[in-house]
């Protein structure tokens, strides 16, 4: 941190960004730049890069770093159900359709390493909410 002094708990926090290990760079960089529309950082090579969108990330690192099946929630504003339709036709597992939850209409779609993806918008107060004891995976 330099020269700052922390006092307390006043800080800032710049980001945060999961660290996915994955089997192959180039197949994870396939998903999240060319289904997904990330873009990929410059600087990053076959062993470990960042892939980013809408000023947030994720890092991917070959074979190291993180656990296999490792879950991310990723909060956007669009349209849900136009992103299922997409990714759905492109063939990526969907593990969960949009789903109505309390805390956010959810979709759960995994990445070619296992990871999970949990995109979530606000909920549709409009709609009943699902139980998610019921539907706890």
Partial sequence: MGNRKVIGDRYHIENIRPILSVKDVNASRKFYVDILGFKEAEWGTDSFTSVERDKTGIYLCNNGQGKPGTWIWIG??????????????????????????????????????????????????????????????
């Fill in 76 to 137: 956007f504003d669009g349209d849900i159900f136009a992103l299922h339709k997409r990714l759905d036709a492109q063939g990526v597992k969907i593990h969960l359709a949009p789903t109505n939850y309390p805390w956010a209409l959810e979709m759960q779609v995994e990445d070619p390493d296992g990871h999970v993806l949990r995109f979530g918008t606000d909920p549709n107060k409009n709609e009943p909410f699902v139980d998610n004891e019921a539907q706890s995976t």
